[in-house]
């Protein structure tokens, strides 16, 4: 599985989303931003070159491919409940697909509104919530509890998304907008499909049989090529200020 590939992607999914609240967190006159969970890159390498930019992420190879698609950004190994970084010293502190697989994201936000300055900004672009998930035709929702199971074994919390602005809240972060983002997932292109796909397989690898997962393939494919096949995640975002 290429991951810098599957980050891509997700980042073609926030991009409108993200220049919408760039703008309202005022990025062209910030100095300092952080990404917490920077993975290998794919939002840090696509911020304006003026910024200081840093990252921080938990995995050591995600941070070596990070430094070559972000060159420039000042990159930490470290771990999202215990920000290396000294109190209200960012004026951007953001997230991307990270609260649903951190054990406490409560303490998460706290630190990142730690790190921020006195009236910087707070983003979480992207969290969904698997157990809300459509699927059309009924064929095919077996795929999406499976995927859900997936997620709960890896360690993730599934169902996040939607306690997203309630933390905020219980964080002390005030909240300046928040709500769903659209689905991208029900038109994807050849390209994109292959990916999730190779996703999926990779995620169901130890718990369902390869003829499972390649009869449920089949009937994606097929489902699409009839134009009957309806996938929603509902995945929440939140903007706050400190």
Not at 76 to 91: E, Q, R, V
Request: glycine share 6%; proline share 4%.
């Amino acid at each position: 599985m290429n991951w810098h590939t599957r980050y891509t992607q997700q980042a073609k999914w926030t991009r409108d989303l993200r220049a919408y609240l760039f703008n309202h967190a005022k990025l062209d006159n910030s100095h300092r931003v952080l990404e917490v969970g920077c993975g290998t890159g794919a939002i840090l390498s696509e911020l304006p070159n003026h910024l200081s930019q840093h990252g921080l992420d938990i995995d050591p190879a995600a941070l070596a491919e990070c430094r070559v698609h972000a060159p420039t950004a000042a990159l930490i190994n470290g771990n999202a409940l215990t920000l290396p970084y000294s109190n209200k010293t960012l004026d951007i502190v953001y997230c991307h697909f990270l609260l649903l697989w951190v054990k406490d994201p409560l303490q998460a936000l706290h630190e990142m509104k730690r790190v921020t300055k006195t009236g910087g900004h707070i983003i979480a672009f992207a969290e969904p919530d698997y157990f809300k998930r459509v699927d059309k035709p009924d064929e095919l929702v077996q795929l999406g509890k499976w995927q859900t199971e997936s997620l709960i074994k890896q360690g993730a919390d599934p169902s996040f998304g939607a306690r997203l602005a309630e933390l905020f809240f219980q964080a002390g972060i005030t909240i300046l907008e928040t709500g769903t983002i659209q689905s991208v997932e029900n038109e994807p292109s050849a390209e994109e499909w292959e990916i999730e796909w190779a996703v999926i397989e990779s995620d169901l690898a130890d718990s369902v049989s390869v003829a499972d997962i390649q009869k449920m393939k089949t009937l994606d494919q097929q489902a699409r090529a009839h134009g009957e096949r309806k996938l929603n995640v509902p995945t929440y975002f939140c903007l706050g200020h400190t």
